[in-house]
C-alpha cells in the first residue's frame, strides 16, 4: 500500500478496545474521513508518539497540530507524525514529554515512543509499538519516563503485534499449562529456563525437593506436549511466557 492511501482502516483494524479514534480536524469519535483527508504528503517515513496522563484530553490538543492520525483509550493518546526529514525519535519524544507534562501539570506524564517507520504498514506499526513501550515501560521503569519500544529489551520479540497475537501464541504453547490452575507447574517452568535446566538450582530457588522438580518437569511436558531437552521447544517455551508477562504489563 503506499502512503498516499493512508486512511483510518489501517488504524483500527486489531484495536477494538479504543475508545476513539480520529484524525486532526475531525470530530474525536466521530464519523471516519475519507481517503482523500489522510492522504499523507512527506517522505513516508513515520514516528509515533504516545502519552499516558491523568488528562489525555489536553494531551491530545497538544499533540495535534503536527499529527496525521490519533487515537486514544483512557489516559492514553498516541499520535502518528509523518517525518519531512531525518529526526532524533527520543529527543522529540523527550521534547513532547516536558511539553505536555508542563501543560497538565503531571510530573509523572509518561511517553513512548515506535519509528521511524515506513510506508501505511509501519505507520500502523510504529503507532502499536509507541503504545506498548510507554505501557509496559511503565510497568518496568516507573512513571515519568521516555521509553522506546526498542528500549523494552527481550519483550520486543514477543510485542510489535496485537495483544491477542500475542495471547494466541502463548496459549498454542502453553497448552493447558495456561490455565491458572497451574501456576506452580508456571513458575517451575520459568525458574526452570532461566536457570539453564538446572535442577539443583530450580530446587534452591522454590525450595524443593530435587525430586518434586523432576516430577512436575515432567509434568510439564505431558500437558505442553513439549521435549525440554529440545532447545527449539524451550525457547517457544520461553517466548510463551515473556507473551504472558508482557500482557500483564500492558493490561496493568
Request: net charge neutral; aromatic share 4%.
Amino acid at each position: 500500500m503506499a502512503a498516499s492511501e493512508l486512511d483510518t482502516a489501517d488504524f483500527q483494524e486489531g484495536l477494538p478496545r479504543w475508545e476513539a479514534f480520529f484524525i486532526p480536524g475531525a470530530h474525536v469519535g466521530g464519523s471516519a474521513p475519507g481517503p482523500e483527508e489522510a492522504a499523507t504528503s512527506g517522505t513516508g517515513e513515520y514516528v509515533a508518539i504516545a502519552v499516558a496522563s491523568r488528562d489525555a484530553t489536553v494531551g491530545a490538543r497538544l499533540l495535534a497540530p503536527p499529527a496525521r492520525v490519533m487515537r486514544a483509550r483512557g489516559g492514553t493518546v498516541v499520535a502518528l507524525r509523518e517525518l519531512d526529514a531525518p529526526i532524533d525519535a527520543r529527543a522529540l519524544a523527550e521534547t513532547v514529554r516536558s511539553r505536555v507534562a508542563a501543560a497538565v501539570g503531571d510530573p509523572a506524564l509518561s511517553v513512548g515512543f515506535g519509528g521511524p517507520k515506513k510506508g501505511a504498514t509501519g505507520a500502523h506499526l510504529a503507532m502499536l509499538q509507541a503504545e506498548q513501550a510507554v505501557a509496559v515501560g511503565r510497568a518496568i521503569n516507573g512513571e515519568g519516563h521516555v521509553t522506546a519500544f526498542d528500549d523494552l529489551g527481550p519483550y520486543c520479540f514477543v510485542l510489535g503485534r496485537p495483544e491477542s497475537d500475542i495471547r494466541e501464541f502463548a496459549e498454542r504453547i502453553l497448552g493447558p499449562l495456561a490455565d491458572d490452575r497451574h501456576a506452580d507447574l508456571v513458575k517451575t517452568l520459568d525458574a526452570y529456563l532461566r536457570l539453564h535446566g538446572s535442577l539443583n538450582a530450580v530446587a534452591r530457588e522454590l525450595f524443593l525437593h530435587r525430586n518434586t522438580v523432576r516430577q512436575r518437569l515432567r509434568r510439564i511436558s505431558k500437558l505442553t506436549g513439549a521435549d525440554l531437552g529440545d532447545a527449539d521447544a524451550r525457547l517457544a517455551l520461553q517466548l510463551a511466557l515473556l507473551g504472558r508477562r508482557a500482557l500483564e504489563r500492558l493490561s496493568g
